[in-house]
């Protein structure tokens, strides 16, 4: 009897080893190169698993979309002269990505599944703007340091 119990033991563990192998946490795909070379890149994934990377490469601001189980996208230029550049992605998929050029803070938009609108500018008049950050809520708001105080748009 003990040589059954123990035999059924080890099928249950066999079995469990198994079961645990199939709801194993998923692992990292292979690296991929987007922009050699590329500097600063920053990404954000949506409710569904899709994601967007922007990077610099040179001074050239580029971005690149994955679908859930997709492959990247080629890059695509934003702007042929920005720094510090950001993404954030809402839950539907809708993007932001905002950059400096000098002391001028710009942002093009992505709606899902959509194209990149064109580089538009949303610096206050007469101040310096520098290092954007961007999140997405309801009303896609950047933000960045404006002297003392953090600007919005």
């Known amino acids: ?16 080893a198994v079961a645990a192998g199939a709801s194993a946490a998923p692992t990292w795909l292979a690296p991929q190169d987007l922009a050699n070379p590329g500097s600063s890149p920053r990404v954000g994934v949506d409710a569904a698993g899709n994601a967007i990377a ?14 859930a189980g ?14 510090q550049p950001q993404v954030a992605v809402s839950s539907a998929g809708n993007a932001l990505a905002a950059w400096h050029s000098g ?13 990149w609108s064109e580089p538009r500018d949303i610096s206050v008049a007469g101040e310096s703007g520098s290092e954007p950050q961007v ?5 896609a708001t950047p933000s960045w340091p404006g002297g003392v105080e953090l600007r919005t748009t």
């Open 135 to 139: 999140a997405l809520n309801a009303a």
């Open 70 to 83: 997709g492959d990247w996208s080629s890059p695509e230029d934003l702007t042929d002269s920005g720094f």
């Open 1 to 16: 009897m003990t040589r059954g119990l123990a035999a059924l033991a080890c099928a249950a563990l066999a079995l469990a």
């Open 54 to 67: 922007v990077w610099r490469r040179g001074d050239v601001v580029q971005a690149s979309e994955r679908p």
């Open 103 to 115: 002391n001028v803070i710009y942002v093009s938009e992505r709606p899902a599944g959509g194209d």
